[in-house]
């Protein structure tokens, strides 16, 4: 059984937590359409994670490690997939795949539950499994709350975060938190 990765801001633990993963976009030539796939990736490096774009630390710092049935047809190479859905050759060489890290990646087309991964919080000395998932889940979740989330019209595969409460700054740091594990240590 394979163990491929995904990656994500801490924002998003506490619902990936109780729901598994199921929520990502395959990137394609129409910056309009939203194609729903879970992103895996057999790299385990995040400053090689240049597949479509540089390197984002706060989208990295959360990784899950996750156990795929080996033959499972609900994986698909993301080369495999572009060619499917028909991405231009060109688009796929000079946007989605310009240094040559697709060979790394897939999509995954269904749910992969809590059950069937674990979870790792990135800090200085590097990823560092998640030990005690109550408290760090809790206190995203708290700091989660005063956020209000919602998916700009022109930017489906965008997701943007505002404060319930304008002068309420005390959450703001889970929108830029990139070493959780030195922060929940």
């Known amino acids: 059984m394979p163990v491929l990765f995904h990656y994500s801001p801490l924002v998003h ?5 109780s729901e598994g993963l199921s929520k990502g976009e395959i990137a394609t030539h129409d910056l309009k359409q939203t194609l729903t796939a879970v992103s895996l990736t057999t790299q385990t490096d995040p400053d090689t ?3 479509w774009s540089t390197r984002l630390p706060v989208k990295t710092a959360v990784r899950y490690a996750c156990r795929i049935p080996d033959g499972d047809v609900r994986l698909e190479p993301a080369l495999a997939a572009w060619k499917r859905l028909g991405v231009p050759a060109k688009t796929i060489r000079n946007g989605l795949n310009p240094a040559g890290q ?3 990646w897939s999509f995954f087309h269904g749910v992969i539950p809590p059950d069937c991964f ?3 919080l990135w800090g200085r000395a590097g990823y560092v499994p998640l030990t005690s998932p109550d408290k760090v889940i809790s206190e995203v979740a708290a700091a989660r709350a005063k956020f209000v989330f919602s998916v700009p019209p022109d930017m489906p595969w965008a997701l943007a975060a505002e404060r319930r409460d304008e002068g309420d700054a005390s959450a703001d740091w889970l929108m830029s938190e990139t070493h959780p594990a030195d922060r929940f240590k």
């Open 13 to 17: 633990l506490p619902p990936i937590w």
């Open 49 to 51: 994670l240049l597949c």
């Open 102 to 104: 697709a060979k790394w």
């Open 118 to 120: 674990t979870v790792e």
